[in-house]
């Protein structure tokens, strides 16, 4: 592998010398490449190997469109792009997914996109880059461990492999609440930005008026201020529980559909050890899709949520979210499905959803159990374009659904207006169970995991250049009802003409699941270009 990787490399050396422009836009990059991870704290050792993967990010951006040397991992360039713009998206998409907090990266990926004539050959350039950033993040995937510590947050105590939380000491007020008026107080008051509440031992019943019969703020509903923070009592997630029950189903009404009893995506949000009693009207028990900051990291840990729609929903939503980038960590949760299914019931929604075109999300899920769903999990970018969603799952186990995960590049549950082109989706699992999801629940077809490229439920052409990749490692599918492992590269589920065109599935199955069996069709219905892919790697 190291020697491939080097020949590579050679290679792009050449490639910088084909053009002043293209040299010009590598150079950049490589430069602003070295001064990142140096800026990030990282070792010699990890910066040489992260400056390999996006100099060949780079190379097989540029290398799709000139086709001037064989190629490392191979992906599909459409005629024409911009081999500037494919290697700037190539080498601005690794560094944002792996160093977001970084300075300088968005702006000198503005000024090499500024520097490109608009039009059909940038367009799809900066596709490209997106593709091959996208195949080659899980190759960057294991040297994560070796960054630095984000500056916003602390390592866990007593040598825990769990994800980073923020300190509680580190917050700029912290608010001891002990009753549901006190809790609505604290939340709604714009001077208490940065706080954390820690919530005494307690059922906190919402309600949509208060005691005087004067309507609450947010029709009833808990929406954290920015870098707020919400505690329940430490090993105890049952001793404090928020009881929306009682909130009527306009509570949940939102312009762009239903939303949670609880709201966060403000800046820095964490949730930690209650239990939220949900509201079947309700899209979630916890919602992260409150718009105000261009980027948000949140984070839901020791929580149980259940009796809504889904237990968290991680989304981008509408042209308020579009560009954003939630970083989500959710951790040792328990998620159960509702009584009663209103639109859909889905355990962890990870997506980018209806116009929230550009948004971004990359999520850490660890150790948490989801059951009573039709969906377990659902990654995607639904009626979104040029988006990203990147899921890591150690440990997590989803079973007693009727399907354990979907995962989609491009997914259309609309008309004309709800095309989803040109996304990356990227899931990995590492000892996560996808087991026994047998439930006879209506309204989704059963199995384990359903893994599509481009997907449109309702008519043809609505998904097109789309990528997925989805890796397992030590992981178990099996004991499913219907399938346990399928994978489409393009799916049109009224079967009236394909989903789209060039919609791409990697699957790369390690260690013990290798053993895993998956059913692969390239199109349903067959695609007569043949431009849609699904390819299984052992």
Known sequence: MVTRIRAVLVALAVMTAATSARADVVLTWNELTVKTLISQGQNGFAQARFAAIVQLAVFEAVNAITGDYQPYIGIAAP?????????????????KTYFPLAPDIDLAYANSLAGIPDGPPKTDGILTGEAAAAALIPLAT?????????????????????PRQPQLSVAATVLYVA????????????????????????????????????????????????DMSLYGVTGDRSAVVIDATGLPASSFGVPFGRTAPVRIGRGSNTIEWLTVQGNPAAAAGIATELPGTASTWIRVAHVISGGSSRGVDVRNVGA?????????????????GPTQVIGMAEGIRVANFVGANGGVIVATLSGNRIHGFQLGCIVANNQSSNALVQVRSSGDRFFANA?????????????????????STIFEAHGSQFVDNTAPIPGVAPGGILVVGGRSTIQPNLTSYNTVSVALWGS??????????EAFGALEDALSGIAGTNNHVTIALHGVSKQIDVSATASLPVDPTGTNTVTVIR
Do not use: H
Request: hydrophobic share 45%; glycine share 10%.
């Open 476 to 485: 178990k599918v099996s004991g499913n009802l219907g399938v346990n492992f």
């Open 79 to 95: 005629a024409g792009a911009s081999p500037e713009a494919a290697a700037a998206t190539a080498a601005y998409r690794m560094l």
């Open 142 to 162: 294991a040297l994560a461990s070796d960054q630095a510590d984000d500056p916003l947050t602390a390592a866990s105590s007593g040598g825990s492999s769990d």
């Open 320 to 336: 308020a979210n579009a560009g954003r980038r939630i970083d989500a960590e959710i951790v040792d949760n328990e998620f159960f």
């Open 179 to 226: 009753d549901v008026e006190q809790l609505y107080a604290a939340m709604n008051d714009p001077a208490n930005e940065g706080a954390a509440i820690t919530l005494a031992p307690g059922t906190y019943v919402l309600s949509v008026n208060d005691a005087a019969g004067i309507a609450r703020p947010n029709a009833g509903r808990l929406e954290l201020q920015r």
């Open 403 to 423: 399907l354990a995960c979907l995962i989609a590049g491009g997914l259309s549950t609309s008309t004309t207006t709800g095309v989803a082109n040109s996304n």
